[in-house]
């Protein structure tokens, strides 16, 4: 809990200035092209990634602490544990894919204006 909780204050701090205070125009700049380039990297994706599967590990298992703490039931205490677990994988799983498989001109039609990107990179 100490690592990730050290790991995830870097990779949110990280994130949090390269996505508002970086980019010229503050917060402003923040719209679908910016994140759609910033999953075109690796670098970033990884970045990302690694931050989801930190902060959902590092959550479900402080969760996972207070119910050990509060739950007497132990069966209650199990089904609620384990809901926990699944729902963070199923979470992380999800997350990844979308991080991976993202593609910005997924569905796009000749009246979206982002015709003309996707034309030019197709």
Not at 27 to 48: E, Y
Not at 74 to 101: D, H, P
Request: a negative charge; hydrophobic letters at 60%; charged letters at 10%.
């Amino acid at each position: 809990m100490r690592a990730s909780g050290v790991v995830l204050v870097v990779l949110i701090f990280g994130h949090l200035f390269v996505n508002l205070v970086a980019p010229e125009g503050g917060v402003h700049a923040l719209n679908f092209a910016f994140v759609a380039g910033k999953f075109a990297t690796p670098f970033w994706q990884w970045w990302d990634v690694l931050m989801l599967w930190l902060a959902f590990i590092h959550g479900a298992n402080g969760m996972r602490t207070l119910v050990n703490d509060y739950v007497q039931n132990a069966t209650v205490r199990t089904v609620l544990v384990a809901a926990l677990w699944i729902a963070a994988a199923v979470m992380i799983v999800l997350g990844t894919l979308v991080v991976f498989t993202f593609d910005p001109c997924l569905g796009v039609t000749s009246d979206s204006t982002l015709w003309e990107m996707c034309q030019a990179a197709a």
